[in-house]
T-cell receptor, first 119, second 111 residues
Framework: EAGVAQSPRYKIIEKRQSVAFWCNPISGHATLYWYQQILGQGPKLLIQFQNNGVVDDSQLPKDRFSAERLKGVDSTLKIQPAKLEDSAVYLC?????????????????FGPGTRLTVT | RKEVEQDPGPFNVPEGATVAFNCTYSNSASQSFFWYRQDCRKEPKLLMSVYSSGNEDGRFTAQLNRASQYISLLIRDSKLSDSATYLCVVNRGGATNKLIFGTGTLLAVQP
């Protein structure tokens, strides 16, 4: 079974530029998550989709970050304009539904992430 | 105060040692609990769920104490391949089942 796909894997931009990340979840997974992981910290949820609707975006800096999930499948996360403190790994994850259980079909799976460096 | 607190380590242990990680959480309404493993420059992967009754998976044992809001992970007979960061994760529950990750504890198993 194919995993969560993300692109690009690495991106270097200057501050004030814009950048976009793409995520393709596991087929059939209704729930999609975008996390930000700063070096030395655990992942922080930015936004969570259930199909094509947003269920949680409370920690998304909406003045510069935006995300959409086209037709309830692929998703893009955009930053415009980027700041130095946005340097992080952006992880996309998906799960069958909102309930997460280890060792079964309801696990949450992460993609490899996009490593963003803002200079 | 962070919602999920972990000792960042590093824990440097010899092969074959037993090592224990602890985690505390502040939201008493949290509903489910997990340990994730994250290798260097890789994505997190779900290791195991944590239950009040305790659960074991091979050399790994996880335990939850709801009264103390405390979660533990015990690794017996450590292997070199166990070297990774172990993330304590709490599900707030509610309408979104939002996962809150701790900062992780770094384990380095030495030959």
């Amino acid at each position: 079974e194919a995993g969560v796909a993300q692109s690009p894997r690495y991106k270097i931009i200057e501050k004030r530029q814009s950048v976009a990340f793409w995520c393709n979840p596991i087929s059939g997974h209704a729930t999609l998550y975008w996390y930000q992981q700063i070096l030395g910290q655990g992942p922080k949820l930015l936004i969570q989709f259930q199909n094509n609707g947003v269920v949680d975006d409370s920690q998304l800096p909406k003045d510069r970050f935006s995300a959409e999930r086209l037709k309830g499948v692929d998703s893009t996360l955009k930053i415009q304009p980027a700041k130095l403190e946005d340097s992080a790994v952006y992880l996309c994850a998906s799960s069958l539904g909102l309930q997460i259980v280890a060792g079964g079909p309801y696990e949450q799976y992460f993609g490899p992430g996009t490593r963003l460096t803002v200079t | 105060r962070k919602e999920v607190e972990q000792d960042p380590g590093p824990f440097n242990v010899p092969e074959g040692a037993t090592v224990a990680f602890n985690c505390t959480y502040s939201n008493s309404a949290s509903q489910s609990f997990f340990w994730y493993r994250q290798d260097c420059r890789k994505e997190p992967k779900l290791l195991m769920s944590v239950y009040s009754s305790g659960n074991e998976d091979g050399r790994f044992t996880a335990q939850l104490n709801r009264a103390s809001q405390y979660i533990s992970l015990l690794i017996r007979d450590s292997k070199l391949s166990d070297s990774a960061t172990y993330l304590c994760v709490v599900n707030r529950g509610g309408a979104t089942n939002k996962l809150i990750f701790g900062t992780g504890t770094l384990l380095a198993v030495q030959p």
